[in-house]
């Protein structure tokens, strides 16, 4: 949201509460052009599950939350390995890596050290901090096998023949 927000923590470092309030200047105010301000509130059971949540927002609505002896939601389900596979309608895939690979249409790929990779779009290339082209090229595969290949091109080099 735009705004000013304070946060609020109890003592386990969890969030209590947000506060979106209006911007000193007038750049953004409470009310104008559709613009909301209000509190969101969260509480937690002994085991630290989000237990409750309220709010003055419209578009956030107050609930309530239900776990499973598990401590799992019980409007979500989970596959045996305890990911969960659909959330709101949305489903998720996971590989053997237990690692999502995809959130409804979105693919996500990973290294072949197991870090996820950004998304870039090949019509706008990225210089690292020496100044090469780094391209990242994704490349569809089965759903059991991902690979990535990324292209190293010296955008810049410097040469010296002067001797020392």
């Known amino acids: 949201m735009v705004g000013r927000s304070l946060y609020g923590y109890d003592d386990v470092y969890r969030l209590t509460s947000e506060t ?38 419209a578009a956030i609505p107050p609930g309530m939350f239900f776990y499973s002896a598990n401590d799992q939601l019980t409007t979500d389900i989970y596959d045996s390995n305890g990911n969960t ?30 870090n996820r990779l950004p998304f870039r779009r090949p019509a706008r290339p990225f210089y690292d901090a020496f100044g090469n082209l780094d391209l990242h090229l994704p490349v569809r595969l089965p759903a059991s096998c991902s690979l990535t290949v990324v292209v190293f091109v010296a955008a810049r080099t410097r040469r010296s023949n002067r001797l020392q």
């Open 20 to 57: 979106i309030s209006a911007l000193p200047g007038g750049s953004f105010n409470c009310g104008a052009n559709g613009q909301k301000c209000g509190t969101v509130g969260y509480t937690y059971d002994d085991v630290g599950n989000r237990q409750r949540m309220t709010s003055t927002l």
């Open 85 to 114: 596979v659909s959330f709101a309608g949305i489903s998720n895939v996971y590989d053997f890596e237990n690692r999502m690979v995809q959130k409804g249409a979105v693919t996500i790929v990973y290294d072949g050290d197991g």
